[in-house]
């Protein structure tokens, strides 16, 4: 049972435009939901979170938003950057300390 | 100063074979973490240690197991090694797995198991 589900494995968008990227869960008890940017041959980096509590926030380019009754949070980006093309996971912890991580979404922003 | 470091980096060895994969922090955090991403690219956590003490211990195989000497160090050790061991192993901290917070994970940079 995947509890955190990125359904798009790939997303492309032009330098100075939008990037949306999507995350949907499944369980409640989630209270903070975090997203990490991954290089390749690295390990994935922290970016931003929200907590269950909240609905947006927002640093810098990126704000993340959460719809708690649809489960379902998002990542914008805005401008995008080619240096922003990497693999994003979005990851939702509980208080128990457990994070547990969607497959991820690879970003291309192209020039 | 690298926060999280892992070693080896590349490990390719031959089923049946046991090894081992250090990992350290620097950063003073309670927690550590290992974490498996096959090659569906899926993070998955395996092992989460406080202090020294077993907190989170997914279903993952007997054959793994993990060694935490003090907070900074948290080892995984891996008995007869199976094809499908092949994966990137990601050791990561977090300063207090259990604390009200954002609880951001801080990885390392992988550690990439081939297992012919």
């Excluded at chain 2, 999280?4 to 990992?23: E, F, H």
Aim: net charge neutral; with cysteine; charged share 20%.
């Amino acid at each position: 049972d995947q509890q955190v589900k990125q359904n798009s494995p790939s997303l492309s968008v032009q330098e100075g435009r939008i990037s949306i990227l999507n995350c949907d869960y499944t369980n409640s008890m989630f209270d903070y939901f975090l997203w990490y940017k991954k290089y390749p041959a690295e390990g994935p980096t922290f970016l931003i979170s929200i907590s269950s509590i909240k609905d947006k926030n927002e640093d810098g380019r990126f704000t993340v938003f959460l719809n708690k009754s649809a489960k379902h949070l998002s990542l914008h980006i805005v401008p995008s950057q080619p240096g922003d093309s990497a693999v994003y996971f979005c990851a939702a912890r509980t208080n128990a300390g457990k994070s547990t991580f969607g497959d991820g979404t690879t970003l291309t922003v192209k020039p | 100063d690298t926060a999280v470091s892992q070693t080896p980096k590349y490990l390719v060895t031959q089923m049946g074979n046991d090894k081992s994969i250090k990992c350290e922090q620097n950063l003073g955090h309670d927690t550590m973490y290992w974490y498996k991403q096959d090659s569906k690219k899926f993070l998955k956590i395996m092992f989460s240690y406080n202090n020294k003490e077993l907190i989170i211990n997914e279903t993952v195989p007997n054959r793994f197991s993990p060694k935490s000497p003090d907070k900074a160090h948290l080892n995984l050790h891996i008995n007869s090694l199976e094809l499908g061991d092949s994966a990137v192993y990601f050791c990561a901290s977090s300063q207090d797995g259990r604390a009200v917070g954002t609880g951001e994970l801080f990885f390392g940079e992988g550690s990439r198991l081939t297992v012919l």
